[in-house]
């Protein structure tokens, strides 16, 4: 007996190995794809440039520095707040239709975001936390609607009161636009609603890591325990886990990193929803894999949409319009698989 | 008997001239005294049998036509409503040259026809993009339309001359049009054979948080047509599509590199935005900041940029900007020549309300 | 030694309706308790009761002759395990990666899962007879493979006490009878097993001992043989009973035998 599961052991381990080798991959193609992508740009010519192009012109060797490179650094981090969220609010809620920007949580935090720039001077420090604060409210505002709805199941409530909290939240910053006197510098509401990096600097991403990596690091040590959250609240108890504290406390880190992106860059729809389908098709539902298999996927897609924005015409694209079109696509192209896995 | 034939035909006639007075617009072809017939900006024809006296602007941008309205003197008098408020709120001018502005109706820029029919409009002036929008609704209720371009010099110019008809001044118009005639000329006169044109980026500073983009006018925007006229060459214009803003990030402008930076910015002032961007570290590399030729675009109550009659202000500085060597005009005495001679203040006025409103790279 | 313990237990939702009325009893570890009773009657209440998420207004429960109240969530997740009727689980994690679910009592909460964990798994996985499937989706299973599977996360606590809600009721006869002999193994491993049934006849197969329940009071605590007596189970379910007694153990019926068994 002992000896059979000795060997089942090792072999399970064997198998643990080559998800994490997988993961690797991920992480070691998003290493490379950042390095690429210093080298895609609409300057010193558009499209692709050679390394020496860059270091032999020093207003490229500027604009590297200090416009793509913070600029990719953001969209990195962009694509793997999105998708961290998306896999933990997909495994809190047992809902593989949810992402931040379907719970109100984007919408929220736009809302907080221009509600800081218009009464509260707008510092970068201000307004994001709070557009934090708003965008828990969004997510808290959604849950409650939803426990209150008496039509259909769980899923199909949480969806539905999302979708109306969200609604409410963009109309709210589309009338903050309309009344708002310009003098207050509001930014347009395509940026608000359609997401955008052009506006990127270091100033940006100083001020955006303290609130992103932390949150991001914790969420990676606790990610097996996510799993436990998917589970029935007497089962969670019964394993010695506390699940509506756990399941706030994950929800914070979850929901803060996402707010302070979207005071950067914008509501960025869709990144949330897809690539934790993706990552769970690729490595399992096991959060131990999916969820880093999310951060680098997300990063990558996000990285991967932001330099089309930026570099196929010569006027910026919305980047909230590449992540919807891409990822709706594959989004029906995973649907639409005869070997429907991942969903249930 | 007789009498009351007689009482009854007196009856009947005074029945018939009664109803005859109460009907309004019935073209007679015998009447041309006092018959107005213009043709628009969308080259429609519209014809008023009187001048007329109830006039309302609607629509966004009403400044830009209420700004050229008023170039006609008395025609304030004809105004009874218009739409304002906002950052670009008409009154902020209107006020310094008419005293009776207070008694007209302030309508909201998306006003509803109903409550411009409820105000009884002999016409209402509207800018020609409004058409599909806010005019047909309007003439569905058998309102008149009268659209108004003013994006090119040359439609300017045009447009004046419809206002003129519209209010039967037609000397007051060709005083107006030399105006604009005389320096459009002395500025095109001097940039017509030029070898040297330098590339010239005019953009509004694209608020974000961040500083990395701006956004482009469209090439058929009078912002373009500007930096052609004052001997520049547009980097954008080849490529500007669309009917708006554009945005474009930080390294497509470095691409461009243009020798002159001009920043506009509405509601702000312009110069500090420029003076912002000079100390970012990812603008220093650029030619335009380099060799110091960013400039914020002047303004005063409003942009000089838009088409508005203070586009001639900004063309003449965009000339001196562009080619120094060729223009050196005194904008001051620009300032104070154009409010003297087209809105007919007083140079006291203009010393105490109109220079302290001047912001942007003037000098 | 008495792994469990209760003494005039009460409780209630809402203040005034008690749920659970004075219920008291003792089991020795290593021994199967059924809780039976009509739906209603509190078993799932009692359940949660003894598994210490929900804490008794009244009374005092001991476990392993401790009070509950004394071990640290921490300890009382490595004694107790909670299989219920159903996991619903919206995602598809196979069936180990459930089973090492399992594992969170051993894992602090910076820790996944190592070859140490994969072992428990993997033995917990046999006790239940149901390795073979390890690989396969949760959602894949039939409803008696799931609950095996669903006991199997339970004993990957390697609990001193496994607690089941309602094991049996979806299952067919096949499944019930190859569940009832993982019971039956995991007692002679020495586990104390409490579940809770509204179907008599599955506690005189394999309980020691039986909690007859009427809207949360028992009304009889002893073996199936005492318990499973005519008058009481007639004024429990509210319907007219037959017991019929063959080979030494007893059956219940209701009367009219040709209407389907109904829940009271």
Redesign the interface.
Known sequence: ?KD???T???R??VRSRVLLGKIALFALFVLLCTLLSLLV??????YVQSPQAIFSD???L??VV???LP?ILLSLLLGATLSASGVVL??IF???LVEPGFLGVSQGAAFGASLAIIFLG?S?LT?EIVAALFGILGLFLSVFLARRLRYGGW?LRLVLAGIAVSALFSAGVGVLKYLA???K????IT?WLLG?L????W??VIYVVPFVLPALFILY?????L??L???E??A??????PGKEKMLVLALSVIPVAVMV??AGIVGWVGLIIPHIS?KLV???S?FSFPASLFLGALFCLFCDTIA??LL???IPLGILTSLIGAFIFLLILTRPSS??F? | MKDKISKTTIFIALFIILLTSCQNNIPTSSQTHGTIQVTDALQRTILLDRPPERIIVVGKASFMILDSFYLFPGAGDKLIAYSGG??NDPKSFLSLIDTQLESKQVLEYEVGPEQVAALKPDLVLMKSYLASKSGAALEKLGIKVCYLDLETPETFLRDIGILGTILNMPERTKQIQNFYQTRLNFVQKKTQNLSFKPKVLLAQY????????LS?PPASWIQTAMVSLSGGEPVWAS?SQGGGY???????V??W?PDILILVA???DSSSIAKKLKE???W???KAVKENALYGFPADFFSWDQPDPRWILGLEWVAGRLHPELFSIEMREEVRKFYEELYGLSPEKINDLIFPALKGDLD | MSALSLSEVSFSYIPGEPVIKDVSFSLESGRILALLGPNGSGKTTLL?LI???LSPEKGKIEIFGREIRSYS??E???I???A?QE????????V??YVL??R??Y?G?????G?ED??M???AL?RTGT?HL?DRFL?SLSGGEKQLVIIAR?LA?MPGIL?LDEPLAHLDLKNQSMLLEVLENLREQGVTIIFSTHDPNSTSIVADQVLLLRKGSSLQFGPPGDVLEKEKLQSTYGVPIRVLETEGERYVFPENGRRRKRVV
């Open positions: 007996m059979l599961a000795s089942q052991s090792k399970i381990e740009g609409r300057y010193p010519a558009p020093p207003m490229a500027n604009l200090n416009y793509r600029r997909q495994m047992r809902n593989p707008g970068l307004t899923v006197d310009p003098l510098q509001l930014p347009e940026f955008g052009w506006g990127s600097d100033h940006q040590l606790i990610r097996w325990r799993n436990i998917t589970l029935d007497s089962t108890f019964s394993l010695g886990v506390r005071s950067v769970r399992g539902a096991n131990q930026r570099t010569w006027g910026e896995r991942g249930v | 906002g950052v694209s608020e974000k948080g961040g500083s990395g983009s482009m490529s554009t945005v474009v990030n930080f390294e497509q470095l691409f590199n509405y509601g702000q970012d570290p990812k220093r590399e650029l | 949660h598994l210490g998420q969530r921490s009382l997740s490595k107790i395990g909670l219920r996991e619903r689980v919206a995602f598809e994690f196979t180990l990666e679910l399992g969170a009592p894992l909460p910076l820790e996944a899962p070859s994969y072992k798994a993997v033995q046999e390795l390890q959602t339970a606590q607690l």
